[in-house]
């Protein structure tokens, strides 16, 4: 296979959505569980705008809808960030295993 | 072999190491940047799918403010760390599971994925992209393109109320 074409794209969307999801459930510091969601998100971006060139109506939109989530995510990660520093404050530890208070 | 498929081999290349390279690092910096690598390369993906405008918006909204803002948050949030700290949580077992449920995953779309293809190409996308975009967004998209404003305003009012200091009498949680 020597032609881009739409499969490709969708799967290394797929595996970068994979990086993203493994780290996120796997990593240690919420600063990197946080820009791992990110990546996630990169992930499906590339999805949709890919369909926007390939896809089977092929038009604009994809890439508005991609607008558009880049628009929440970025909106999500600094209130993610906010939350993330009131946490801090009280609790003095950024590892999210040790933020375990509904477990007791 | 075209250029373009040599670009997608380079771009794709970057962005999948940049995403190992963020497992790996020990250092949490350090997957930060390694991370502005793959925000950069899929930019570059967006134009080789004749994307610009949205090539230029991932450039400064990931690769620019959501990674400055990140590191923000990590040296705001640093504390000194032993050497050798873990950066995972759970053993090794949870780990694999993880990973082989990721995994699985992982191979289930692949086989829906692997061979999909329209055979349509969208040949006008590339031409004057950001003007196409400007009057979709402002005739079919006006409402949902108000409502992202609401969105930021409301991101922006509860960020700074969620990150600023409690007052004296607030009771301590």
């Not at chain 2, 190491?17 to 690598?37: E, P, Q, R, Y």
């Not at chain 2, 990590?74 to 700290?85: S, V």
């Not at chain 2, 922006?156 to 607030?170: N, P, Q, S, T, Y």
Request: charged share 15%; glycine share 8%; aromatic share 10%.
């Amino acid at each position: 296979m020597s032609s881009v074409s739409l499969s490709v794209y969708l799967v290394l969307a797929l595996i970068l959505f994979c990086i993203g999801l493994y780290g996120a459930l796997t990593k240690r510091n919420t600063v990197i569980v946080l820009i791992c969601i990110e990546l996630m998100l990169n992930a499906v971006n590339i999805n949709l705008v890919a369909f926007a060139k390939y896809g089977a109506h092929p038009g604009i939109t994809g890439q508005i809808f991609a607008l558009f989530t880049i628009t929440v995510a970025a909106a999500e990660a600094a209130v993610g960030l906010a939350a993330l520093m009131a946490l801090y404050r009280n609790r003095k530890t950024v590892h999210i295993d040790e933020i375990d208070s509904l477990k007791h | 072999m075209s250029g373009e498929y040599l670009a997608f081999l380079a771009l794709a290349l970057v962005a999948i190491t940049g995403g190992v390279l963020m497992l790996n690092l020990t250092k949490v910096v350090h997957m930060v940047i390694a991370l502005v690598f793959t925000f950069i390369s899929i930019a570059g993906l967006y134009v080789l799918l004749s994307a610009e405008f949205v090539a230029v918006v991932q450039v400064l909204i990931y690769s620019g403010a959501v990674t400055i803002m990140m590191l923000f948050g990590i040296m705001l949030t640093r504390h000194q760390e032993e050497e050798g700290e873990k950066t995972t949580t759970g053993g090794f077992w949870r780990k694999a599971l993880t990973a082989i449920a990721v995994f699985a995953f992982g191979i289930a779309v692949y086989l829906g994925v692997y061979r999909l293809d329209f055979g349509e190409e969208g040949a006008r996308l590339h031409e004057n992209n950001t003007e196409q975009i400007g009057m979709a967004l402002y005739s079919h998209y006006t409402i949902p393109f108000e409502i992202a404003s609401v969105i930021l305003l409301v991101a922006l009012v509860g960020a700074i109320i969620l990150a600023k200091k409690d007052d004296e009498g607030a009771p301590k949680s």
